[in-house]
């Protein structure tokens, strides 16, 4: 089974601009959630999306959104940019999304704000 | 609200000695503790997790974690450290009905000396 696809893999935007990243999850798994990863802060919960639903969301600002489509893809938008937004983004997938599902994470998209 | 600690950002062990990382957590309900691992430019892989039942969990590449609810940690070890170890390695914590919500600790850099 193919893993956790995410992308792209490198971006770079200026302030101000907007960003989407993508992330397909592994087959049949019908949750995706995402996470920031910085040096600073760690890594840090985004939100969470299951059959098209937005279940968790954690405490990022309205800049940050998301959304699921009917083939379980996600994608991930970003507006205003701010340098402070540059950091790995991280998505995962698993198959429900009830605890203690393991979720099966992507390599990252790296963004980086100028 | 639950949290994580790790203590010690980097740990160094000789080739062939015991791994031990620390990790203690806070949690008002039953928690699920998990343990992922990450290798430079590559997403998180799971190493194990804690549910319920068995309290000493067995993980991939010979590693093992012992759920301790008296002394709240969830410590990874691992009997002889290889160089193939070096990495990043992260504690996080969920419970039931938190979704795929998970919070991480800081991590810890794990370096392995010939």
């Known amino acids: 089974k193919a893993g956790v696809t995410q992308t792209p893999r490198y971006l770079i935007k200026t302030r101000g601009q907007q960003v989407t990243l993508s992330c397909s999850p592994i087959?049949?798994?019908?949750?995706v959630s995402w996470y920031q990863q910085t040096p600073g802060q760690g890594l840090q919960f985004l939100f969470e999306y299951f059959s098209e639903t937005q279940r968790n969301k954690g405490n990022f600002p309205g800049r940050f959104s998301g959304r699921q489509f009917s083939n379980s893809r996600s994608e991930m938008n970003v507006s205003t940019l701010e340098l402070g937004d540059s950091a790995l983004y991280l998505c995962?997938?698993?198959?429900?999304?009830?605890?203690?599902?393991?979720?099966?994470f992507g390599p990252g998209t790296r963004l980086l704000v100028l | 609200a639950q949290s994580v600690t790790q203590l010690g950002s980097h740990v160094s062990v000789s080739e062939g000695a015991l791994v031990l990382l620390r990790c203690n957590y806070s949690?008002?309900?039953?928690?699920?503790l998990f343990w992922y691992v990450q290798y430079p430019n590559q997403g998180l892989q799971l190493l194990l997790k804690y549910t319920t039942g068995a309290t000493l969990v067995k993980g991939i590449n010979g590693f093992e974690a012992e759920f301790k609810k008296s002394e709240t940690s969830f410590h990874l070890t691992k009997p002889s450290a290889h160089m193939s170890d070096a990495a990043e390695y992260f504690c996080a914590v969920t419970f039931a009905g938190g979704g795929n919500k998970l919070t991480f600790g800081t991590g810890t850099q794990l370096k392995v000396e010939l």
């Open positions: 995962a997938s698993s198959l429900t999304s009830g605890s203690p599902e393991t979720q099966y």
């Open positions: 949690s008002s309900v039953p928690p699920y």
């Open positions: 087959s049949g798994h019908r949750s």
